[in-house]
């Protein structure tokens, strides 16, 4: 099994900044994409971002281009995600994910393995 463990959420002012950590662990795995998702009250699961394990490629939702960033620590099992010009709309519980299969996915039943959620609050 891994497991995934966030941190880093909080309450921040619309224009603030936020680093949100993932530490993977477990038993013998291939990780071949790690992930971010966010999911907002009444919505559904939302793409954020994802990248490669081994290659470090990263791809990003629209929505988020430009002022996120998603980055990884190979030696730590950690992936992070910066998050900059944060926006009220962004306020959401952010999920980390990990895929096993090859191949890049952007839907959330593509990831195997996710952490708890660490809550982000973006106030106006």
């Known amino acids: 099994q891994v497991q995934l463990v966030e941190s880093g959420g909080g309450l921040v002012q619309a224009g603030g900044s936020l680093r949100l950590s993932c530490a993977a662990s477990?038993?013998?795995?291939?990780?071949?994409?790690m992930g971010w998702f966010r999911q907002a009250p009444g919505k559904e699961r939302e793409f954020v971002a994802t990248?490669?394990?081994?290659?470090?490629?990263?791809y990003y939702a629209d929505s988020v281009k430009g002022r996120f960033t998603i980055s990884r620590d190979s030696a730590k099992n950690t992936v992070y995600l910066q998050m900059d010009s944060l926006r009220p709309e962004d306020t959401a519980v952010y999920y980390c994910a990990a895929r096993t299969i090859s191949g890049l996915a952007y839907d959330a039943v593509a990831y195997s393995y996710w952490g708890q959620g660490t809550q982000v609050t973006v106030s106006s």
């Open positions: 990248i490669s394990w081994n290659g470090g490629y990263t």
């Open positions: 477990g038993s013998s795995f291939s990780v071949n994409f």
